[in-house]
């Protein structure tokens, strides 16, 4: 007898749709498409020939621990490195406080595992990262929102949600995902004070921080907390913090890591157990050793060169070929810029019509919990060429023009 698989599903498996949007964004994978849509670093500022030195060395002398099943926690040095950078950065970690996970989308999905149950409620940016929503929604998490600016998420409404107690705050504070936008250092100061007040725990993504190629570097959440308390297990406070090595060395190694109290990376351990046992050795190995010879330092550098020419590339071909009434964010640093067009347009109709022109972009209303965000789009520009940047925004602006007439 033929199985009905989706007679058998689970129920938290209704929660996870697959969206008409992503139906869509399968095709801008086509190779002739310019594709804007992708969150993709650029692949020629990956360090192959340093990797390829490395892992070689790393196999010959230390193959067999390489190759070894290891601790869910994760390589040992790996983590003091982590827990030192932290701790120069302002906050009190040790080896305790740091669990090493798949990419920190794992780092996302253990937190959903651990801390939401059906029904919590969540807050989070309008925008925000469509990955922690497809994390969570199996868990059952719900949202409130609150917008954001230019000077990221908006703060004037944050006491009213905070009384109501959600489970946690979810934010990106460097060059969002997808605004591009990052949170000033008031509001970072605020949004500490607030929530210690209240008790309320934030988890700070930080994908982003070392991609800054112009303005100041702010301080993360996590290094401006104020610990109530201290003992020999480091940090303790309400911030739990995610770092990873996608965009400063490699995505496809999956290396992220979560930084929190103690208590909660223990709880946390016992979910990755269930999940993967642990991150692969060999590629914690090579991210230690690449970290240890001074070659991500020396790397990122390069990268924020890189980006920072495609992302002027796109700022002045959007000036060039959108309509007047569209706007922009200007992203200090990241791989995302965010276009609002005029209110009675709708981007999702805009991609049908894009992707016949071959260029693609990611409709706004992905990003949006609570709805919403309908006549916006991101566009990504850390994977394109500056000349495939003008290229695809010429086709996209020329895209909005005809849509803007046909409206008229
Ligand atoms: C804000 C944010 N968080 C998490 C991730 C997941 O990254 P990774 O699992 O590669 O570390 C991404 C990837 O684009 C991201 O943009």
Request: a negative charge; aromatic letters at 8%; hydrophobic letters at 40%.
């Amino acid at each position: 007898m033929q199985i009905r698989w989706d007679q058998q599903y689970a129920q938290r498996t209704s929660r996870m749709s697959s969206s008409a949007i992503r139906e869509l964004l399968k095709l801008t994978e086509l190779p002739d498409v310019i594709s804007f849509a992708g969150g993709l670093p650029a692949p020629e500022v990956f360090p192959v020939e340093k990797i390829s030195a490395i892992s070689q060395r790393l196999l010959q002398e230390a193959g067999p621990q390489a190759l070894q099943y290891s601790a869910t926690e994760g390589y040992r040095p790996l983590r003091e490195l982590l827990a030192q950078a932290a701790s120069q950065d302002g906050a009190p970690v040790t080896v305790d406080n740091v669990l090493i996970t798949s990419g920190s989308q794992q780092g996302l999905d253990l937190l959903g595992k651990v801390l939401v149950d059906e029904g919590d409620t969540l807050l989070a940016e309008s925008p925000t990262y469509m990955g922690a929503l497809q994390a969570w929604a199996p868990y059952g998490a719900s949202y409130v929102t609150l917008p954001s600016d230019d000077d990221g998420l908006v703060l004037d409404d944050l006491e009213a949600v905070l009384q109501k107690r959600p489970k946690f705050i979810y934010i990106l504070p460097n060059f969002q995902n997808p605004s591009g936008r990052t949170l000033s250092l008031a509001r970072r100061q605020y949004l500490i004070e607030a929530t210690t007040r209240y008790g309320i725990p934030i988890v700070e993504d930080d994908a982003y921080a070392r991609l800054r190629f112009e303005g100041d570097q702010l301080p993360s959440l996590i290094s401006l907390v104020v610990q109530q308390s201290s003992d020999d297990t480091g940090y303790t406070g309400h911030v739990i913090h995610l770092g990873t090595f996608s965009k400063i060395l490699s995505p496809g190694i999956r290396l992220g890591w979560i930084i929190a109290p103690a208590q909660l990376i223990s709880k946390l351990v016992q979910a990755k157990q269930g999940t993967d046992l642990h991150t692969p050795t060999l590629t914690q190995m090579l991210a230690y050793e690449m970290v240890r010879a001074g070659h991500v330092e020396e790397h990122i550098p390069l990268i924020r060169n890189v980006y920072r020419t495609r992302r002027d590339a796109m700022l002045a071909a959007l000036s060039e070929h959108f309509p007047a009434d569209v706007t922009w964010t200007h992203p200090q640093g990241g791989m995302f810029l965010w276009a609002t067009l005029p209110e009675e347009m709708d981007s999702s109709k805009i991609l049908e019509e894009a992707v016949q022109e071959k260029v693609a972009f990611v409709p706004g209303v992905a990003f949006h919990p609570c709805g919403g965000g309908e006549n916006t789009m991101r566009l990504n520009f850390s994977n394109a060429s500056p000349e495939k940047i003008h290229e695809g925004i010429t086709r996209l602006g020329q895209v909005l023009s005809r849509q803007k007439s046909a409206a008229r």
